[in-house]
């Protein structure tokens, strides 16, 4: 917990000397990184963790190409490595994080550490490259903001909604700062609801989100959450769901970091159980690690998916770097339950994603259709 405490104690707008205790290189670098992985001489290999897990199996010449040389790397190095298990934050997490551990990635929300007291850095690949050979990266400790939580969700609200509301109130707001959240609001949630709302804070520009009680900037009241959805390109172009227009869905993906938890599979299952997914929508599922996926088979929960049609893929992303499963074409529309909408996410870049909850993509895969307000175009 030492160097927690020296960087909790580190005075803002100063240097200050980063030194993880694993560094994690997983396959969602470019493939000149990949290359150049070949000319690095890691100073601690043993600080290293490998992980192929956002296209597993690979879908591309690309991605194998990547995961090849990661591959190769790790055997070069004797380095730790983890493949196939699903979302690589939870496979580090459970086999990996103590209290006090400092992770580095490339990952965009390694904030997801802190639910164990750990701290987690994005850090670019340059900086990767740095304190593969040094061991050790100075930055800039930024200034925080302070985010305390009241009140409690109310009973048909997920914490999906929260998070899409959260990051659309707080995108003008956040540049670069550490979010420490805090609040009996916080504390109301289940371990498992502020693991997937840390996470998702992440998808703001911060440099990471950590539980901490700390003088507050911003005040939200659980209570005054309603069921969102967020617009593409982004989690934080939220909007409440009784205003979005009324539109076509073609595809559904329960899957992801968040959205695909045994909670998750569990009430998409009772949503499904004794209904069909109508034959024009596509709705796929992909559970977050291969725990969760045996559990949802001991449960029963996966015969229910295949009784109603629904296609279930390996556990993990979908397909979130480089397109390959479960992918939609020019022109359609999909709900995703994960926190990434990016033009191409998923399929092509005539797409269109949209992020909710787990109930509203199952409620729109079986109607086909999302929204209730009638567009301009459609009262014309």
């Not at 999906?160 to 670069?176: A, M």
């Not at 009772?270 to 929508?281: A, E, H, N, S, Y």
């Not at 359609?332 to 870049?349: A, C, D, F, L, P």
């Amino acid at each position: 917990m030492k160097q927690l405490d020296n960087f909790f104690n580190a005075d803002s707008n100063k240097p200050i000397t980063i030194k993880p205790d694993y560094i994690i290189l997983s396959d969602n670098i470019s493939l000149d990184f990949s290359k150049k992985l070949s000319e690095i001489t890691p100073k601690d290999p043993k600080k290293i963790i490998v992980v192929n897990s956002y296209d597993v199996p690979s879908g591309d010449f690309t991605s194998s190409e990547i995961q090849k040389r990661l591959i190769r790397f790790a055997k070069e190095w004797k380095t730790h490595f983890e493949q196939a298990d699903g979302v690589m934050y939870y496979t580090i997490l459970n086999k990996y994080a103590k209290q006090g551990t400092i992770f580095v990635s490339p990952g965009k929300h390694n904030s997801v550490f802190s639910v164990k007291d750990c701290l987690g850095f994005n850090f670019s690949e340059k900086q990767l490259e740095t304190v593969l050979e040094n061991d050790e990266l100075t930055i800039m400790k930024p200034n925080y903001i302070g985010i305390q939580l009241v009140g409690q969700l109310p009973s048909d609200v997920m914490v999906k909604d929260l998070e899409i509301r959260l990051n659309t109130e707080l995108k003008n707001k956040v540049n670069g700062e550490i979010i420490y959240i805090n609040g009996e609001g916080f504390n109301s949630l289940t371990s498992l609801q502020q693991r997937d709302l840390i996470q998702s804070l992440g998808s703001l520009p911060t440099l990471t989100v950590f539980k901490k009680d700390v003088p507050n900037d911003f005040t939200f009241d659980l209570s005054e959450t309603v069921r969102m959805v967020a617009l593409p390109e982004n989690i934080s172009n939220g909007i409440p769901l009784k205003e979005i227009d009324k539109q076509p869905i073609n595809s559904c993906l329960i899957g992801g970091a968040t959205g695909s938890s045994i909670e998750d599979l569990r009430l998409a299952a009772k949503m499904l159980k004794g209904k069909k997914v109508p034959i024009t929508m596509r709705l796929t599922v992909s559970p977050e690690t291969s725990k969760v996926y045996d559990q949802a088979m001991e449960e029963g929960l996966v015969s229910i998916f295949i009784d109603a049609n629904v296609q279930i893929i390996a556990p993990g992303y979908g397909s979130i770097s480089r397109p390959s499963k479960a992918v939609v074409g020019d022109g359609e529309t999909q709900i995703v339950t994960n926190y990434w909408n990016y033009m191409g996410y998923n399929g092509s870049k005539q797409s269109r994603t949209l992020i909710a909850s787990t109930q509203t993509a199952i409620e729109c895969a079986l109607k086909q259709e999302i929204g209730t307000k009638l567009s301009v175009v459609e009262e014309v």
